[in-house]
C-alpha cells in the first residue's frame, strides 16, 4: 500500500504559480511513478506530468514548459511546479503512483484526495 497526501493548492491569478507537494509513505517511494492528474467539473481526469523511478518525464502538452515535476526519494515526495497559470488549468489536482510505468493512466492505482487549484483572470 500507497499512502499520498497533497499540499499547495490555492487561489492564484494568471500569470503567477503555484508548487504541490505530494508525500508519499508505505511501499519504497523510489520504486514508484509518481503522476500528477486533474480533474475539472463536467471534464475528464488527465494526465498533466508524470516521472519515472528513473527520473524520466512526460507532460501534457498544454503543460510543456510552464509545468515541472520533480521528486525527491530521501523525502519521499514529489513535486509539480507550476508557472504562467492560466485559467483553463483550475482543477482538482490529484498525485498518484504506479509501479507498473509511467506513462499510461491506467497503471495509477494508488492516489492522493487532491488538492484545488482556481487560477483567477
Known amino acids: 500500500q500507497v499512502q499520498l497526501v497533497e499540499s499547495g493548492g490555492g487561489l492564484v491569478q494568471a500569470g503567477g504559480s503555484l508548487r504541490l507537494s505530494c508525500a508519499a509513505s508505505?511501499?519504497?517511494?523510489?520504486?514508484?511513478?509518481m503522476g500528477w492528474f486533474r480533474q475539472s467539473p463536467g471534464k475528464e481526469r488527465e494526465l498533466v506530468a508524470a516521472?519515472?523511478?528513473?527520473?524520466?518525464?512526460n507532460y501534457l502538452d498544454s503543460a510543456k514548459g510552464r509545468f515541472t515535476i520533480s521528486r525527491d526519494n530521501a523525502k519521499n515526495t514529489a513535486y509539480l511546479q507550476m508557472n504562467s497559470l492560466k485559467p483553463e488549468d483550475t482543477a482538482v489536482y490529484y498525485c498518484?503512483?504506479?509501479?507498473?510505468?509511467?506513462?499510461?493512466?491506467?497503471?495509477?492505482?494508488?492516489w492522493g484526495q487532491g488538492t484545488q487549484v482556481t487560477v483567477s483572470s
Open positions: 498518484a503512483a504506479s509501479f507498473v510505468g509511467f506513462t499510461s493512466a491506467g497503471g495509477y492505482a494508488y
Open positions: 516521472i519515472s523511478a528513473g527520473g524520466s518525464t
Open positions: 508505505g511501499r519504497t517511494f523510489s520504486n514508484s511513478a
